[in-house]
């Protein structure tokens, strides 16, 4: 990895009264398949909105050398467009094919003709694994591995240096959360992309993050490899990692 591509220091966001972050700070590196991990209402949303400008906040938040609090709003701008995004739950058009569908963000950025347009959008179908018949089909024509992977597709489909994935494998059975775990980690390893990814799946969390962070009570919890998280002296992580859901993974890990 070649250094730090997103540092967050002393992070607060509040919502009126009401404090969600406290004095985070994380470090996502290069090439990272970063995870944020945490109980429901932990933050870990609010925190990753707070890197997309999509939330106020207070503290340091600095992508690829640029820090975004004191940032001129052209320098902003340049720095979303290095970003792609796959919320949670897809969120495809349902009036629009699918390569309709990944091809909104080039019709929003790029003064590109259609037949080009859809040369790229089939290409980044291919790339997350989906045949080029789904370019026609609509999303409610879809499995849900196949939505999510549609989606991932429209996410790279600016070629951005960040990709950002909120709870990707929710809602999928194994196979499919399995297989978009398979493609996360080839598309990483073949384009170099960074990954920061939310999930409560510790399937993700294990077999595919480089790093990762804990986030509790509005803090990090703990950050670093995932096995070195799993052998903190912290009760609740003992819960989350050698409970019946987690055991699985500890078992194999101590042989």
């Avoid at 591509?5 to 990272?32: A, N």
């Avoid at 919320?87 to 080039?106: H, Y």
């Avoid at 598309?187 to 990814?197: A, P, S, Y």
Wanted: glycine residues 8%; proline residues 2%; contains cysteine.
């Amino acid at each position: 990895m070649d250094g730090d591509i997103i540092v967050v220091r002393d992070l607060k966001v509040s919502y009126g009264k009401r404090v969600v972050l406290d004095g985070v700070s994380i470090t996502v590196k290069k090439g990272d398949i970063y995870t944020i991990l945490g109980r429901s209402g932990s933050g870990k949303t609010t925190l990753m909105r707070a890197i997309l400008m999509l939330e106020k906040s207070l503290g340091k938040i600095e992508v690829l050398g640029v820090d975004l609090n004191s940032a001129r709003e052209s320098e902003k701008e340049k720095i979303k467009k290095s970003y792609g995004v796959m919320f949670q739950a897809a969120s495809l058009f349902t009036s629009l094919t699918v390569g309709e569908n990944v091809a909104v963000p080039l019709k929003e950025s790029a003064k590109l003709d259609w037949e080009t347009t859809v040369d790229i959008v089939r290409f980044k179908l291919s790339l997350v694994g989906l045949e080029q018949d789904v370019f026609n089909l609509y999303p409610y024509e879809l499995s849900g591995g196949m939505r999510k992977k549609a989606a991932l597709a429209r996410a790279l489909v600016l070629d951005p240096k960040i990709i950002f994935l909120d709870e990707p494998t929710s809602g999928l059975d194994p196979v499919s959360a399995d297989d978009f775990d398979r493609t996360i980690a080839e598309l990483n390893r073949l384009l170099g992309i960074t990954v920061v990814m939310i999930t409560h799946d510790l399937d993700s969390f294990f077999g595919i993050s480089k790093r990762a962070c804990i986030l509790r009570d509005k803090k990090v919890l703990a950050e670093g490899k995932p096995y070195d998280i799993m052998k903190q002296d912290d009760e609740w992580l003992k819960k989350l990692f050698f409970g019946e859901r987690g055991s699985k993974f500890t078992r194999w890990n101590h042989g």
